[in-house]
Nanobody, 120 residues
Framework: QVQLVESGGGLVQAGGSLRLSCAASGSIFSINAMGWYRQAPGKQRELVAAITSGGSTNYADSVKGRFTISSDNAKNTVTLQMNSLKPEDAAVYYC??????????????WGKGTLVTVSS
């Protein structure tokens, strides 16, 4: 069993900052990559940012220069620092991870999501 637990969502004014964290736990042998997705009402879930175990990052064009993803491989955590937030950043943010379990089974896992609300 593997779990991803997000924290750090909330309400912020436009221009403000939030920091999201996600911790993976359970029968983890290794994590290849972790990332954040978001889904706004009536829209499809989209990739926000991702980071590999080697530290390579990928960002959606809409958040480049404003969001920063980082990870702690030893703690199996990933963090998304969100600055200069805009109303269009409001969404449920989901943590995602590509994990190899201790039984060497590869799986893609999702957290339950954390709500980010940005007031204008």
């Amino acid at each position: 069993q593997v779990q991803l637990v997000e924290s750090g969502g909330g309400l912020v004014q436009a221009g403000g900052s939030l920091r999201l964290s996600c911790a993976a736990s359970g029968s983890i042998f290794s994590i290849n990559a972790m990332g954040w997705y978001r889904q706004a009402p009536g829209k499809q879930r989209e990739l926000v940012a991702a980071i590999t175990s080697g530290g390579s990052t990928n960002y959606a064009d809409s958040v480049k220069g404003r969001f920063t993803i980082s990870s702690d491989n030893a703690k199996n955590t990933v963090t998304l620092q969100m600055n200069s937030l805009k109303p269009e950043d409001a969404a449920v943010y989901y943590c995602n991870a590509d994990i190899r379990t201790t039984t060497h089974y590869d799986m893609n896992c999702w957290g339950k999501g954390t709500l980010v609300t940005v007031s204008s």
